[in-house]
């Protein structure tokens, strides 16, 4: 009999962190689940201890799928190609998850239809601790704040709907890019307000090197949904994109600053709530993680 939750965990130079995220999914509470390691061809010994893993849990539904490196959109569809769950949980290979969150997950789904994705806090650990307080959904919001993490799970339906997860954003949001994908295609967010997701976070971590292309991503963003945005944003993302920027260069300072200036006069216009985060950004991702907790305490006692 097919699982119901089908968990991916992309690896790419973290076999390091492998067993860990893996203990954390072997320790869940809801047991209905398969677990799909993807090697996405990487140089160190993450074959190895995928194979070490499963041995040690011979209990345990756990395969590893070995190719070439296509990056981590490519390496999670490929994961999701083979599972069996109408359930994906996608989890990167040096993050952890709480022991209730699939049984917490299942139960929004099997009640909640409508729902193609959910989302929870998230616990912070090694560069910065904390927890990230998530807002609740609201579509239009997600145009503009991405309002999940990537370890959000959906359904395999869903996923198939709209493609999987594309495979041209090199540069980073390509969970962002996703979720938009979802709710274009009419799916529904649902949020539990309790952080059930480790994250760790480091100067290096995944989400700290997209930061530094934060406009060229966003750009990119509105143009694959353009039903999601109004005229001004696409002038704005075509300018952007035809300004001489490709996947491994950042926009030269003035053409930066010129883009950073019509982009908060669009979010003033078209969703002015966002407009304090929106213009305080780019300081807040160039202090160290260490800073990030007080100041995102300090944002939430200012904005109540």
Not at 41 to 65: E, F, K, M
Not at 148 to 175: C, K, N
Request: aromatic share 10%; hydrophobic share 40%; glycine share 6%.
């Amino acid at each position: 009999m097919a699982p119901h939750v089908s968990v991916i965990i992309p690896c790419y130079k973290q076999a390091h962190y492998l067993p860990d995220a893996v203990a954390s999914i072997v320790a869940q509470q809801y047991t209905d689940w398969e677990l799909i390691i993807v090697d996405d061809g990487s140089p160190d010994d993450t074959a190895a201890v995928a194979t070490n893993l499963i041995a040690a849990y011979p209990d345990r539904a756990i395969r590893l799928l070995r190719q070439t490196n296509s990056g981590l959109s490519g390496a999670r569809n490929a994961g999701i190609a083979i599972a069996q769950g109408s359930i994906i949980m996608p989890l990167d290979s040096d993050d952890m998850l709480e022991p209730e969150i699939l049984m917490r997950v299942v139960a929004i789904f099997n009640s909640r239809p409508d729902v193609g994705f959910v989302y929870t806090d998230v616990q912070l650990f090694d560069g910065e601790q904390g927890i990230v307080h998530n807002r609740p959904y609201d579509a239009r919001r997600l145009r503009v704040t991405c309002l999940l993490h990537s370890t959000s799970p959906f359904r395999r339906i869903a996923w198939q709907q709209v493609g999987g997860y594309r495979t041209t954003m090199g540069r980073g949001y390509e969970d962002w890019d996703f979720w938009l994908a979802l709710s274009a295609a009419g799916w529904v967010g649902q949020h539990i307000p309790v952080a059930l997701v480790c994250y760790r976070r480091t100067g290096a971590s995944k989400l700290t090197r997209d930061r530094r292309f934060d406009l060229e991503l966003r750009a990119m963003l509105i143009r694959n949904h353009p039903g999601l945005y109004e005229t001004g944003f696409h002038t704005w993302a075509g300018r952007v994109l035809s300004s001489g920027w490709n996947t491994n260069e950042e926009l030269r300072p003035d053409r930066w600053l010129l883009a950073f200036l019509n982009y908060n006069l669009l979010i003033a216009l078209h969703a002015p709530r966002e407009l304090p985060r929106t213009m305080l950004r780019p300081l807040y991702w160039q202090l160290p993680p260490a800073f990030h907790t007080p100041l995102r305490r300090l944002a939430r006692l200012l904005l109540r």
